[in-house]
């Protein structure tokens, strides 16, 4: 008589290598939670308050320091002593990360909330033209922030690049030097100065108190040459010196090598090189009052009359609130919002040059 033995049974080896370990979703509910928890307590103490007043960023500290405690006592339970500390060492990485974004975040809430109210279909097809209280746009300050700004990069972005292009492919010795250190002190130059150089040369060699938008792209291009140098030079220099000798051992001239090689190898880096510039002096405030004026109507000629830009536009409803302080101090937040959307709208469009500009490889 055959006796039949069953054989043993084992558990299979993802049960085994799983076992005594948190689920990957743990984590992130723990966080969630914490973070739920941490709203809830900071919006029942801030109840019937203006959702401006909110405290966000003390809410997510006070989530992120609950989810640490959380995290490691389940870990500690559920898993091992030294995998707890992994954790909690994982979360204060990740602490570190949430705290410098914290101004940022609390930045863009501020911003939000208090600039929604005006965003409205006046609010983008109005100037301020006749206006006193209620009411009025930034149409005027819209176009003269572009106009202005496309202008000063029209003027920098190709000084600066080809200034670069000499610093890393042509430039040795003293002069290479020179240009590095002027480029250096470039950078460092506080906005008001630009703006007041520019003002000094016009006043000189056409007249006295004059302003326009031209004047303004100017004082923002001086500003905008050592970000694009500095910038490229970087990345041109990290285009490898293969690719160079490639082309010039099949006879390619050095103008048309840095031309088809080594831009195209780098132009996505010049790309966002450039947007950080323009991101740079966007929000420049003290040289475009000196330089392009204030008006309260809308003008698209650079070369003739005073020209509104979004943060003078800002600035100006913040310090003169005439008859309606609220109003006006509600343009100036909606004039802040506009410009961050404006700067994040240049970065994805920046991004999506990028993305088709750069080189394509064999696995795209």
Same mark, same amino acid.
Not at 31 to 57: I, P, Q, R, T, W
Not at 303 to 324: C, E, I, K
Not at 335 to 347: D, E
């Given at each position: ?49 203006? *959702?401006?007043?909110?405290? =966000? #960023?003390? $809410?997510?500290? @006070?989530?992120? !320091?609950?989810?640490?405690? %959380?995290?490691?006592? &389940? ?12 954790? *909690?060492?994982?979360?204060? =990485? #990740?602490? $570190?990360?949430? @705290?410098?974004? !914290?101004?940022?975040?609390? %930045?863009?809430?501020? &911003? ?253």
């Amino acid at each position: 008589m055959t006796t039949l033995t069953e054989a043993p049974t084992t558990a299979p080896a993802s049960t085994a290598l799983t076992a005594g370990r948190l689920a990957r979703w743990a984590p992130w509910a723990l966080l969630g939670a914490s973070l739920a928890v941490s709203f809830a307590v900071f919006g029942v103490a801030s109840f019937g308050e203006d *959702l401006a007043d909110f405290n =966000v #960023a003390g $809410a997510v500290i @006070i989530g992120v !320091l609950l989810y640490m405690v %959380l995290i490691t006592v &389940v870990s500690s339970i559920a898993e091992s002593r030294r995998k707890a500390v992994d954790r *909690l060492m994982t979360a204060l =990485v #990740a602490t $570190a990360f949430t @705290i410098a974004l !914290l101004p940022l975040i609390s %930045l863009l809430w501020t &911003v939000i909330v208090n600039g929604i109210a005006r965003f409205d279909a006046e609010f983008f097809t109005f100037s301020m033209r006749n206006v006193v209280g209620d009411g009025g746009g930034i149409v005027h300050a819209i176009w003269g922030t572009v106009l202005i700004t496309m202008m000063a990069a029209l003027i920098a972005v190709p000084v600066g690049l080809m200034t670069s292009i000499y610093l890393v492919e042509y430039g040795r010795g003293r002069i290479a030097k020179g240009i590095t250190f002027f480029v250096d002190v470039m950078t460092g130059i506080p906005s008001i100065v630009a703006g007041l150089f520019i003002y000094s040369v016009f006043a000189m060699f056409v007249r006295p108190g004059i302003s326009m938008g031209f004047m303004g792209s100017l004082a923002l291009a001086v500003l905008m040459v050592p970000v694009v140098v500095r910038g490229s030079e970087e990345l041109l220099r990290i285009v490898p010196n293969e690719l160079r000798e490639a082309a010039y051992a099949l006879g390619v001239p050095k103008w048309l090598t840095i031309l088809k090689v080594v831009l195209p190898t780098s132009i996505a880096g010049i790309t966002t090189s450039v947007m950080l510039a323009i991101a740079r002096v966007i929000g420049e405030t003290a040289p475009l009052l000196l330089t392009a004026g204030f008006t309260a109507s809308l003008n698209t000629n650079l070369f003739s009359g005073q020209m509104m830009t979004l943060p003078v536009f800002a600035y100006n409803s913040y310090m003169n609130q005439g008859t309606n302080a609220d109003a006006s101090i509600a343009r100036a937040w909606a004039a802040a919002l506009t410009l961050i959307l404006i700067v994040m709208l240049l970065n994805l469009l920046a991004r999506l040059i990028a993305k088709w500009f750069a080189p394509k490889t064999a696995g795209r």
